[in-house]
C-alpha cells in the first residue's frame, strides 16, 4: 500500500526527507523534490544504478545525442535511388508529465528487404511483436527466416545487417533498447543511410519540450532519454 502523498510508485513522495518510493519494502534516498522522478543510487531491485549523463543515442557519423520530441519519427533509412530497402521508425513516448524521461515504446520494421512488415512494441510482461492488427507476446512468436527471439530479445537480420531490440523497465516503465551492425559496409556500397541513426540531423528530435531545457531535464534525471540506441 502506498504511503499518504505517494504520486506514484517511482515518484518522490516525502519532500521533506527527498525519500523516494519503489515498493513496498524498499524506499531509496535521492535529491529530488516532491513530484519530480528519483534519481536514486538503486534501480527497483536493488542493483547499482550505472546510469549516467552521457546520451543514449550513437548515430553512423559517430555522434551522441538524446531524443526528447514525442510522437513517430525515423530512426533508420537505407535508400538507393529512391526505393527504401530498410526503413526503421520509432515511436518516443514520455514517463509522466511534460519535462519528464523519454523513451521508444515502438519500433516499426519496413522496406524492400523486409520479408514482412512487423510491429515490436514494449508490452506489459515483455517484447509483443505485430503483423498487420494483430499482436502477440514475443515468447509464442513462431519465429521466421528473418526473425528470431531467444530469451525474450529479438534478432533480427536484414541482408547483412543484424538487429537486436530488447525490453527493459525503468522503475515501472517497459521501453525499448536497440542495436545495430554492419551500417559502414552499407555505405560502402553506396547505399543513402538516412535517418536519425544516419545522416540527418537530430536537431528538432533533440529539442526539450517548449517550458523545459536540456538544463532542467539533466538536472532533474541522470539521463533524460532512457532508451539505448547504437550503430556500429
Given at each position: 500500500?502506498?504511503?499518504?502523498?505517494?504520486?506514484?510508485?517511482?515518484?518522490?513522495?516525502?519532500?521533506?526527507?527527498?525519500?523516494?518510493?519503489?515498493?513496498?519494502?524498499?524506499?531509496?534516498?535521492?535529491?529530488?523534490?516532491?513530484?519530480?522522478?528519483?534519481?536514486?543510487?538503486?534501480?527497483?531491485?536493488?542493483?547499482?544504478?550505472?546510469?549516467?549523463?552521457?546520451?543514449?543515442?550513437?548515430?553512423?557519423?559517430?555522434?551522441?545525442?538524446?531524443?526528447?520530441?514525442?510522437?513517430?519519427?525515423?530512426?533508420?533509412?537505407?535508400?538507393?535511388?529512391?526505393?527504401?530497402?530498410?526503413?526503421?521508425?520509432?515511436?518516443?513516448?514520455?514517463?509522466?508529465?511534460?519535462?519528464?524521461?523519454?523513451?521508444?515504446?515502438?519500433?516499426?520494421?519496413s522496406g524492400s528487404w523486409v520479408?514482412?512488415?512487423?510491429?515490436?512494441?514494449?508490452?506489459?510482461?515483455?517484447?509483443?511483436?505485430?503483423?498487420?492488427?494483430?499482436?502477440?507476446?514475443?515468447?509464442?512468436?513462431?519465429?521466421?527466416?528473418?526473425?528470431?527471439?531467444?530469451?525474450?530479445?529479438?534478432?533480427?537480420?536484414?541482408?547483412?545487417?543484424?538487429?537486436?531490440?530488447?525490453?527493459?523497465?525503468?522503475?515501472?516503465?517497459?521501453?525499448?533498447?536497440?542495436?545495430?551492425?554492419?551500417?559502414?559496409?552499407?555505405?560502402?556500397?553506396?547505399?543513402?543511410?538516412?535517418?536519425?541513426?544516419?545522416t540527418d540531423s537530430h536537431e528538432?528530435?533533440?529539442?526539450?519540450?517548449?517550458?523545459?531545457?536540456?538544463?532542467?531535464?539533466?538536472?532533474?534525471?541522470?539521463?533524460?532519454?532512457?532508451?539505448?540506441?547504437?550503430?556500429?
Amino acid at each position: 500500500m502506498y504511503p499518504t502523498g505517494c504520486i506514484y510508485n517511482h515518484y518522490c513522495w516525502e519532500k521533506g526527507n527527498n525519500c523516494c518510493y519503489f515498493n513496498s519494502d524498499d524506499r531509496n534516498k535521492a535529491s529530488v523534490q516532491r513530484g519530480q522522478m528519483c534519481v536514486a543510487e538503486r534501480d527497483e531491485n536493488g542493483d547499482d544504478v550505472k546510469a549516467h549523463g552521457d546520451p543514449h543515442v550513437q548515430n553512423l557519423l559517430g555522434e551522441k545525442f538524446d531524443i526528447l520530441a514525442l510522437g513517430e519519427m525515423n530512426l533508420l533509412n537505407v535508400e538507393n535511388k529512391g526505393t527504401s530497402f530498410l526503413k526503421v521508425n520509432g515511436t518516443i513516448a514520455r514517463v509522466g508529465g511534460q519535462c519528464e524521461q523519454t523513451f521508444i515504446s515502438e519500433l516499426k520494421f519496413s522496406g524492400s528487404w523486409v520479408q514482412k512488415s512487423v510491429r515490436v512494441k514494449a508490452g506489459l510482461k515483455g517484447l509483443e511483436i505485430c503483423e498487420s492488427l494483430t499482436c502477440i507476446d514475443a515468447s509464442f512468436y513462431p519465429g521466421s527466416e528473418q526473425i528470431k527471439v531467444i530469451s525474450g530479445k529479438l534478432s533480427m537480420q536484414v541482408d547483412e545487417v543484424p538487429i537486436s531490440v530488447e525490453q527493459a523497465s525503468h522503475w515501472g516503465w517497459n521501453y525499448l533498447n536497440m542495436g545495430i551492425k554492419n551500417l559502414h559496409s552499407l555505405k560502402a556500397r553506396n547505399f543513402d543511410i538516412l535517418g536519425l541513426l544516419g545522416t540527418d540531423s537530430h536537431e528538432n528530435a533533440s529539442r526539450p519540450p517548449l517550458g523545459c531545457s536540456n538544463v532542467d531535464l539533466m538536472s532533474s534525471h541522470s539521463t533524460p532519454f532512457v532508451s539505448t540506441v547504437t550503430v556500429v
